[in-house]
């Protein structure tokens, strides 16, 4: 069964990333993506050349740490090799489908202006946007087959003083419940050119958050006043260098029978972060319990924190059968996405070591549910 041309390959693809970039609002990452692993957590690396299987090479460069030379002292052959660190990312090919039925039934199939194939653009679009967004959801959960290497464990509490804690830990990168010392995160700079740490939480961390004691104080005497107070608006807001934010919570289905997370394995009706019940399960995996002990699983993010790669542009495909009695549409991408985790081309730091862990991600568990 052969695809159906619709139109030349040129006007398909500028026709199908006009309808993208019509939802890019949608998606909950867009704001903190960008080509620019300093202003951005989610770095967008884009090769329009790359296929199945082809690579895409992250490239980072390091600081120089040495000593100086004092007085009359041979400083030639004390120089500091330039620091370097890459990793790579594998780009695979997905296919988004929807059902026509037979609506183009004795109409122009080639004729892209046909409300069917706008209709059909639209949807498959605003499904990209909520796909993307879980796979960068799940990939920052650490369940694509990238284990945590830094959690701070709270237990069953998640308060103001909490915040603090957190801040200083972000800060001098220490005092973890899993993971050494290491590299402090770097933060991300705001349009504005301030640096900060994106913190992400769920809807039920946000709850134990607003309800304790601490924050509420915070809220009330420190908070400003009027209409863009924190109260009011039910937002959280910047709290000292952490700009705290809630996000969505996960709606959909997950093939439990997968070897971890896989993107085609998972149904997503609306993207956002799972959490764990006591005995492993993910939310929308099958056999999760919400009855169990549950386990909330917040991010604090920090530049270049997490890489999506994306190859071949975008396309939309067309396919009939029963004499094009029946057909289906197609959005067809080349991407991939992991958490940062850098390799030292020459030598890493002795200290604030970078390579071979979650470069700019440390992960926050806390118990939401007894």
């Not at 040129?10 to 890019?24: V, Y």
């Not at 122009?108 to 946007?129: N, P, Q, T, V």
């Not at 730091?349 to 118990?367: E, H, M, R, T």
Request: charge should be neutral.
């Amino acid at each position: 069964m052969a695809y159906v041309g619709v139109g030349s390959e040129l006007k398909r693809k500028k026709w199908l990333r006009e309808g993208l970039i019509q939802k890019k609002t949608n998606s909950f990452w867009s704001t903190f993506s960008g080509q620019d692993a300093s202003t951005a957590v989610v770095v967008q690396v884009n090769n329009e050349t790359a296929d199945t299987g082809h690579t895409v090479v992250f490239d980072y460069d390091g600081n120089l740490s040495g000593k100086s030379t004092r007085g009359t002292d041979t400083a030639y052959g004390t120089g500091e090799n330039k620091k370097k660190f890459s990793t790579t990312l594998t780009v695979e090919r997905h296919r988004l489908v929807v059902n026509n039925g037979d609506k183009f039934d004795a109409k122009d199939i080639g004729d892209l202006s046909l409300a069917e194939h706008a209709d059909s653009r639209d949807k498959l679009a605003d499904l990209y946007m909520r796909w993307k967004d879980q796979f960068i959801f799940d990939t920052a959960q650490g369940l694509m087959g990238q284990a945590p290497t830094h959690i701070i464990d709270l237990s069953a509490t998640m308060d103001y003083n909490n915040l603090l804690d957190i801040e200083k830990k972000v800060k001098t990168s220490s005092g973890f419940s899993t993971g050494g010392t290491r590299r402090p995160l770097m933060p991300y700079r705001l349009s504005n050119g301030e640096g900060v740490w994106l913190f992400l939480v769920d809807t039920y961390m946000a709850y134990k958050l607003k309800a304790s004691t601490g924050y509420q104080n915070m809220v009330y005497n420190a908070d400003v006043r009027g209409a863009d107070n924190r109260a009011i608006k039910g937002i959280i807001g910047k709290i000292g260098s952490l700009l705290v934010v809630e996000a969505d919570t996960f709606f959909g289905e997950t093939d439990a029978a997968a070897t971890g997370f896989t993107m085609d394995k998972t149904k997503v009706e609306i993207s956002g972060m799972r959490r764990k019940d006591s005995a492993g399960k993910w939310t929308g995996m099958t056999g999760y319990d919400a009855s169990l002990q549950q386990i909330s699983r917040g991010l604090i993010l920090g530049a270049g924190g997490i890489q999506l790669a994306m190859g071949k542009m975008p396309d939309y495909k067309y396919e009939a059968t029963d004499f094009e009695k029946f057909s289906e549409s197609a959005m067809e991408i080349w991407c991939g996405a992991k958490n940062t985790k850098l390799y030292a081309e020459n030598s890493d730091y002795s200290k604030a070591k970078v390579a071979g862990y979650n470069f700019g991600s440390i992960f926050l568990d806390v118990q939401v549910q007894a």
